[in-house]
């Protein structure tokens, strides 16, 4: 088992050394035993064939262990959890809309088009009158451009001559400008924010976050024993397709979690002291913990019908009831690593954060040359269509009538001897 509930389990078994002056013949085994063919190895082997009396280790409880053996009272529990770093929100929702509220998305869209009829009128009045110089040509795309242009801070390649227009394109150009603050202010916060999507174990399996088990025997036993219907969704669906790809030791494991977007079940204590010794302040931040499955305790066992059951019982539970076993646990489990420090540290940026910004580029290039190809067909529909009804109209073929060649004139010669 843990290196330290060894240690725990020695500290309880040397206080009852001590309280009732018993002596050890301790055997050391390679497993805690699981039943095969009937029978039991490792430990649980040992006290099945009553080769020993007690188990210095503390074993889990279950029915199939009951048969063979007794159990004296609890010792402590073992906690595991699902660890993983809640994903940004990047990763999970489109975060270039969500600066803005529904209502101020749509102050912004009728901002535009009021300025847009404003200014379009304006100018088009000015034309009229000639008061107009630099805009003679404008059409109303031409005033939409301008508009978009001035409020995503690209600015105007043409000056309008009137006042009232320069007025309005000033206005719309300083409402801009503190839209664009907030706007890209929020952005920066939400790409350093980590989401809060990931709550249930369903949500974990509808995530893509890749997952891993810590390769002990109880998580391939309880997984696969388990009828609890959102843990066996979570079997078929993460485990059961990769096989022994998803068992991995505890710092591996952990380090695919401190990298991002990858989900290990550990055990809890374990897990607290990698992330003590290995991740930084603001790591330790994002931290999420999901239980899988809840654990039996680990319990102090003895021989079936043993005679020491009853005065083992007594002494564990006396060691709960005044303390001990709390600090024991102080003394050997590791806490769960506080987060001091949430601002330290700096967030690069990465491909999934500024995706949907390449999505909208995507498009617009998509868009562009369709309307392009729109624009030839259309500039050349003349061409075109002549040379479709040219192909159409097919020469007829011309029928000659055969004429009969004419019969030769018979000539009668006389011969004259």
Known sequence: MLTVFRMYGNAMNAILHTVLSFSFDVKIMDTYGWQVNGTFDGLMGLLQRKEVEIAASALFMRHDRMKVLDFAAEAFYLRTAIMFRQPTLSSMSNIFVMPFSNPVWVCCGLLCIITVGTFGLQVFSTTKRNIEKEMTNAKWMDIVTFVLGAICQQGAYMTPTSISARITMFIISLASLFLFTSYSANIVALLQTPSNAIKTITDLV????????QDVIYNRVYLKESTDTETRHFYLQKVAPFGEKVFHNVS???????????????????GYKEISDTYT??????????????????????????GLREMF??????????????????VWLPQKPVCENRVSGFVSVGIMDFYPALLVLQYGIVASIMVFFAELLY???????????????????????????????????????
């Open 206 to 213: 509808n995530s893509p976050i890749k997952l891993g088990l």
């Open 252 to 270: 591996v494991g952990m380090q695919g979690v401190r990298q991002g977007m990858y989900a290990f079940q550990v055990d809890r204590v374990q």
């Open 281 to 306: 302040e603001r790591e330790k931040c994002g931290l999420k913990e999901i239980e899988l499955f809840p654990l039996a305790p680990l319990t102090v066992a003895t021989g079936k019908h043993s």
């Open 313 to 330: 019982a007594q002494r564990v539970r006396w060691q709960r009831e005044v303390g001990i076993f709390n600090r024991l646990a102080r």
């Open 379 to 417: 500039f050349y529909r003349s061409r075109i269509l002549k040379l479709v009804l040219f192909h159409n109209e097919l020469p007829k073929k011309k029928t000659s009538k055969k004429t009969k060649a004419p019969a030769k004139a018979k000539t009668t010669i006389a011969w004259v001897d």
